[in-house]
């Protein structure tokens, strides 16, 4: 079955620092999406991505973050100067079309210190 | 605002069937989710409903009520795998979803 690959699976940073986060969607997906959870809580919406630009984004994706689809297969999250807060389970998802389960990566848990 | 309530735990015993209830409340509605999620993993998805009624996909079903603001999950013939999180969540618009916090689901024997 078609995976959503995510590396590295575990990074640790210091504070201030910028981290690169990659996604391999699945190949035939249209839809990319970047979502986070912090350690015991909810699962939070950061960012759509479709036709090569952001479609949609929520209040957490400020300036500090930026995506890019550099190669046509890869999609990349990037955090500029991470902030301790930023530490949490990093998922990138996809899905062919709306109305569509995601199918979710592994996640890269970032860890701010 | 947006508000998606669910219980934070249930407890069950193999073999029974248990049912996630979950209530929301948001500016808009395209469809809802939901997806199960195992300690330190993904999650994975479980069904989508998009109109008023019930679907079945072998032990699990979903249900929704648009009037209302209301699904549930249930899990049939229980085991002990199906221990995890559920996770409930809305398509308000476009493609995005609000998750609620989930169900943490414990199956004893």
């Given amino acids: ?113 | 605002g947006q508000n998606i309530d669910q219980p934070t735990e249930m407890t069950a015993t193999e073999g029974a069937i248990v049912q996630i209830n979950c209530t929301y409340q948001t500016s808009g509605f395209n469809g809802l989710f939901w997806y199960q999620q195992h300690a330190g993993e993904a999650p994975t998805f479980l069904s989508y409903n998009v109109l008023d009624g019930l679907e079945e996909k072998g032990r699990f079903s979903s249900f929704l009520s648009r009037s209302k603001g209301y699904s549930y999950l249930l899990l049939k013939e229980l085991q002990m795998k199906d221990s995890a999180s559920y996770l409930c969540a809305v398509n308000q618009a476009g493609t995005a979803l609000i998750f609620g916090k989930g169900t943490t689901l414990s199956v004893s024997s």
Wanted: aromatic letters at 14%; proline letters at 4%; hydrophobic letters at 35%.
């Fill in chain 1, 1 to 113: 079955e078609p995976e959503v690959t995510q590396t590295p699976s575990h990074q640790v940073t210091q504070m201030g620092q910028e981290v690169i986060l990659r996604c391999v969607p699945i190949s035939n997906h249209l839809y990319f999406y970047w979502y986070r959870q912090i350690l015991g809580q909810k699962v939070e919406f950061l960012v759509s991505f479709y036709n090569n630009e952001i479609s949609e984004k929520s209040e957490i994706f400020d300036d500090q973050f930026s995506v890019e689809r550099p190669d046509g297969s890869n999609f990349t999250l990037k955090i500029r100067s991470t902030k301790l807060e930023d530490s949490a389970m990093y998922f990138c998802a996809s899905i062919l079309r709306t109305g569509h389960g995601y199918t979710f990566g592994s996640g890269t848990r970032l860890t701010v210190v």
